[in-house]
């Protein structure tokens, strides 16, 4: 579920349990696939699945029964609501599959958690489908894969967006987009140009002059570091570098970063993720390269590891579980107030967190 060597919280695996639960439609006294089997989907280590499935044992949403198994208990997989509560579906434009190898799962993860607890405080129900919208190249095959669409929806990410729109304005749902996008309704997400600024001019106080930039695979490059371009130069800062994961052999961003790092090229890197950013930290420390004295390194995320990895990474914070909150928090008020409801759009806030790396 995580990249290779860091092992997932089992909180995020609670989630994907009642996730597949409500996705599979299972009831009480249905039989949970094998530990096993959600061991190999997952990527998980034993401990964490353990501590999941026992944590969800004690809330009553599972029950174990010595020989046979683990099945659906009385407590509701999904958040519980009310009869004729309205019901949203949440389209993730990954697989489970796909999200286990991810480099940063808790993005979406983050968000699941957040969806799953404005559901709870706002009596709204949630529907969970985990698919890949490349498998499904023509509309008609997308819409059977997502299956019968309900009261609104959450699509995670613009790839979803720009093929399902027509269908949910024919149906005149209401639906909410999470993550970056050139949208200006009808979104959740962040204002990552308010951290940046803060880091860049952090980084312009410390003697640092050239900035590089590491992507992932998964966002699209152009405006990402175009804008960055444009915040570094707007505090004293050339983006110097910028790389992007190679598809057949990741290493080789990493390696090429070390190199234009040792090689002076760079002062500063600023990583897509916190999980980029603690990748990167391991190729520097190979090449011997001193951080922060060679080389600065900032993430973005602020995740759990980030503060806990020596040296504590420098980073942009920003929360994937408000992103999840706020887009049922906006359809649930769409819904209420009927066909005058105004299309919800948020953008939220990001902070620079200097630490060691700096």
Known sequence: ????????????????????????????????????????????????????????????????????????GEAPAAPPAGAGAPTLDVLISRTREALAASSSPHTYLDR???????????????????????????????????????????????????????VLKARKLPYVILGQTSRTERIVTHDYALGYREAFAHLYARGRRRVGYLGEAQEAPAPRAERLKELAAEAGLQLARVWWPHPEREEAMFEAAAEDAAAGRVDAIAARSDRVALRLLEFLKARALGVPDSVAVIGYDDIAEAAENRPPLSTIRASFRDEGREAVRLLARELAEGPAGTPGCAILPTSWIPRATT
């Open 1 to 72: 579920m995580d990249a290779p060597g860091i092992q997932p919280k089992y909180a995020q695996v609670m989630v994907l349990i009642q996730a597949e639960i409500a996705r599979r439609g299972l009831r009480r006294g249905d039989r949970l696939p094998t530990r096993q089997a959600l061991r190999e989907r997952w990527n998980v280590a034993n401990d964490t699945l353990d501590m999941a499935i026992r944590q969800l044992i004690e809330d009553g949403v599972l029950v174990a029964r010595r020989g046979s198994g683990t099945f659906v």
């Open 112 to 166: 699941i958690e957040g969806i799953a607890a404005a559901c709870d405080e706002t009596g709204v129900r949630c529907r969970f489908r985990f698919l890949n919208p490349h498998e499904h190249p023509h509309l008609d095959a997308l819409k059977k894969a997502i299956g019968p669409l309900h009261d609104g929806a959450i699509l995670f990410q613009e790839t979803l967006a720009a093929r399902l729109e027509g």
